[in-house]
């Protein structure tokens, strides 16, 4: 009790001390016509919560860019003293001069960042709206949203832009997730590309199904969903049921004629909230706990880091257990270690040596060989190979193409993987021991989402409702797999017996 009360304390303390000069100095929410937000002013919120300027996030780990700074015009928690930004508005187009940067109300009414150049101001970034009065200002709103609306009126219908409508990688409480048919907007999040380069990533987070049921989902590079809510059922999104009856944290769809949108609400209106999608490709709820003067994740999905399509990139393996939880296969190294420094993962790894590529060996004797894996979830974008009736044979058919890299043979006969090896995933539950040695693959899926998932994420394995049939059978028999049947979050894991590897050059 006793530290408790006086970290509060001295947290009030702090946080009056860096209060006083705004005590002093007005504080504006709002920028006018012929107004300017020069680098180092800001707007502030009425309610002091939300900020609005031009930050910088820590330049000098900043990988391959000669530690040249980045300017980003965004929003950021004002009472936090971790720096945190909501929304960025130019994150592919910093600004390297802050002395030369500003955002003004444009000619043409929208806002915009220039930067002055010896000849002429340049834009980096501009809010584009279809401007229909002759006056517009920028204000600051206490929920963290920026709107350029009509000077003229405070109508909800003369807001020509705002941020809310064009979220990055966070949505806050009031914001939307989802579109509106009358305006064609799309709100989504996309995760930023690592820690400190504010620039779009790889995984995104949106609402599917304009007519029929309506899922949310998560998306890596456009086009492989490694994560998904379940449709929604009339009460609740049927992977997440864990939403229902909450009160303290709720999750609302909101469904009409021109609109579908997600919104969360945290029922105390003091509390500070977040909800982004990290560089991780997990999405998360956070709220800031001032107790450890620290944001405290409160919800993640998918629920294990390694459900995240490609978390740690090509020719790695993904243990959710041990940390770190990406290392490189046998035989590669760290493609590059300055993005893996910034949490971002996507490059993987790369062969030490380059494949001999030949069936036979070289005059030195060296030949490529196969490193053998257990109790791995096998990679995505397998390829039956129908002709091979042997492990033996399934070994040949793969050195036989160059761009091969991997084989598994088992029940599901020969499978073969060319180039890129992605989710290779470890099952660290020492299940060798009580399944026996055959037991060397893990499927995870999520169920009810089969169908929309593309078949090549589920390992080539055709899951149908016999599948579930029996790896629930499994568990029975096997007493000490039961402890690990996990059934929260839809996920379920199904249990076969191949043998897998990959292809290497062991050069000794
Ligand atoms: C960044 O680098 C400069 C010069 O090398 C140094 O003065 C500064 O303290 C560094 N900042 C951080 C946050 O490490
Ligand atoms: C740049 O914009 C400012 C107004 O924001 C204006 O005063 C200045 O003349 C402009 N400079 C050039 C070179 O157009
Ligand atoms: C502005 O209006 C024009 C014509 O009505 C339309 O083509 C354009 O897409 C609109 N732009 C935005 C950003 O809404
Ligand atoms: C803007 O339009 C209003 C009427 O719609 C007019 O009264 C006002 O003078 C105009 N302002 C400017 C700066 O043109
Ligand atoms: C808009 O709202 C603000 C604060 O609520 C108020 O001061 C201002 O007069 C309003 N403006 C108009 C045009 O109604
Ligand atoms: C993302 O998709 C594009 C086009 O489909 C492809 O060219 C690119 O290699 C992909 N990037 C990664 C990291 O998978
Ligand atoms: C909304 O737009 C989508 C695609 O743009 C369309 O399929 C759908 O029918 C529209 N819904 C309504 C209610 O107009
Ligand atoms: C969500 O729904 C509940 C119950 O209908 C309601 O009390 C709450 O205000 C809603 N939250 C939001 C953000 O709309
Ligand atoms: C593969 O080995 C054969 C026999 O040694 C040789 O003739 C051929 O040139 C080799 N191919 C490559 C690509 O090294």
């Known amino acids: 009790m006793y530290s408790i009360v006086s970290l509060i304390i001295f947290f009030e303390l ?11 100095a007005a504080t504006i929410d709002a920028l006018s016509p012929g107004q300017e937000l020069a680098g180092g002013d800001k707007l502030v919120s009425s309610n002091g919560k939300f900020a609005l300027g031009f930050f910088q996030t820590d330049g000098n780990k900043s990988s391959n860019n000669n530690n040249t700074p980045k300017w980003y015009l965004g929003i950021w928690f004002n009472t936090v003293p971790k720096f945190t930004p909501v929304w960025v508005a130019n994150g592919d187009n910093p ?63 003369s807001i020509f832009w705002q941020s809310f409508d064009h979220p990055t990688d966070t949505v806050l409480q009031g914001g939307k997730i989802g579109w509106n048919n009358a305006t064609g907007l799309n709100r989504r999040l996309v995760s930023r590309k690592n820690t400190i380069d504010q620039a779009p990533g790889m995984y995104s987070f949106e609402l599917f199904g304009h007519n029929g049921p309506t899922s949310i989902v998560s998306t890596f590079n456009s086009s492989n969903p490694y994560w998904s809510s379940g449709d929604w059922n009339g009460r609740y999104f049927s992977n997440i049921p864990e939403t229902v009856g909450q009160t303290w944290l709720s999750l609302n769809f909101t469904i009409s004629e021109q609109e579908r949108y997600i919104e969360y609400a945290i029922a105390d209106p003091t509390v500070l909230s977040r909800t982004i999608l990290d560089v991780s490709g997990q999405l998360k ?12 994740t409160i919800f993640t999905a998918p629920k294990s880091q390694c459900d995240v399509y490609a978390f740690c990139g090509p020719f790695t393996v993904c243990n ?61 974008k397998a390829q039956n190979f129908g002709t091979a009736t042997s492990a033996d044979e399934c070994e040949v058919a793969c050195l036989s193409s160059c761009s091969c890299t991997a084989y598994s043979y088992g029940e599901g006969g020969c499978s073969v993987w060319h180039d890129k090896l992605l989710n290779v995933r470890q099952q660290d ?19 009810g989402t089969i169908g929309y998932l593309a078949p090549e994420w589920i390992s080539g394995t055709a899951i149908t409702s016999k599948v579930d049939v029996y790896s629930y ?12 049947c996990r059934e929260q979050g839809g996920e379920i894991l199904v249990y076969t017996s191949l043998e897998s590897s990959y292809r290497f050059l062991d050069v000794r």
Not at 16 to 21: A, L, V
Not at 285 to 296: I, N, P, T
Not at 344 to 368: E, H, I, M, Q, Y
Not at 473 to 484: E, K
Request: glycine content about 8%; overall charge neutral; proline content about 3%.
């Open 285 to 296: 709820a956070l709220v800031w706990f001032e107790g450890s003067r620290d944001w405290q």
């Open 14 to 24: 702090v946080q009056s001390q860096r209060h006083i000069p705004s005590c002093h």
């Open 320 to 380: 959710d257990i041990t940390f770190p939880s990406c290392t490189c296969m046998k035989g590669f190294s760290i493609r590059s270690p300055e993005d893996w420094e910034l949490d971002d993962r996507t490059g993987g790894c790369v062969r030490n040596t380059p494949l001999f590529c030949n069936g036979s060996k070289s005059v030195d004797g060296t030949a490529d060989k196969f490193y053998p894996m257990t109790s791995v979830q096998l990679p995505d």
């Open 429 to 447: 539950f020492g299940m060798a021991k009580f399944i026996g040695r055959d037991f060397s693959q893990v499927v995870t899926t999520m169920r």
């Open 95 to 157: 600004v390297a001069d802050l002395a030369s940067c500003k955002l003004v109300v444009s000619g043409d009414g929208s806002l915009a960042v220039l930067v002055a150049g010896a000849a002429k101001n340049s834009t980096v970034w501009s809010s584009k709206a279809n401007i229909t009065t002759n006056s517009t200002i920028a204000v600051l709103l206490d929920n963290g949203n920026l709107v350029l609306r009509s000077s003229n009126s405070n109508a909800s219908s």
């Open 473 to 484: 059978g499994m568990y029975s028999n096997a007493q000490a797999a039961r402890s690990y």
